[in-house]
Nanobody
Framework: QVQLVESGGGLVQAGGSLSISCAASGLTFSTYAMGWFRQAPGKERESVAAISRLGGTIYYVDSVKGRFTISRDNAKNTLYLQMNSLTPEDTAVYYC?????????????????WGQGTQVTVSS
């Protein structure tokens, strides 16, 4: 079965950096667009970043542009999110997502597969 397993979350001070990863199994990783979502308490799940199958197309939500970098290693079946200049507003559970293309991987109802999430907490 398909598994997306996030790791690397934790507590960091404002202005700091954190890198999270998503290890995929049970699917042909290179044939899926991948994305990161986040959900803060009381808020809707929002798309943070997305990357096409071979990494040639990347999207970011405006609030993380210039601070976050999404990348993937198809040889390792792993998705990454490097987060810099973190603020308390970035505090959320971060979810890995896989879908058929970069449009559907940014739209929660159309996402094919979800990870279980990893908590990122930024203290002020």
């Amino acid at each position: 079965q398909v598994q997306l397993v996030e790791s690397g979350g934790g507590l960091v001070q404002a202005g700091g950096s954190l890198s999270i990863s998503c290890a995929a199994s049970g699917l042909t990783f290179s044939t899926y667009a991948m994305g990161w979502f986040r959900q803060a308490p009381g808020k809707e799940r929002e798309s943070v970043a997305a990357i096409s199958r071979l990494g040639g197309t990347i999207y970011y939500v405006d609030s993380v542009k210039g601070r976050f970098t999404i990348s993937r290693d198809n040889a390792k079946n792993t998705l990454y999110l490097q987060m810099n200049s973190l603020t308390p507003e970035d505090t959320a559970v971060y979810y890995c997502a896989a879908s058929t293309n970069t449009r559907t991987v940014r739209n929660p109802p159309e996402v094919g597969y979800w990870g279980q999430g990893t908590q990122v907490t930024v203290s002020s």
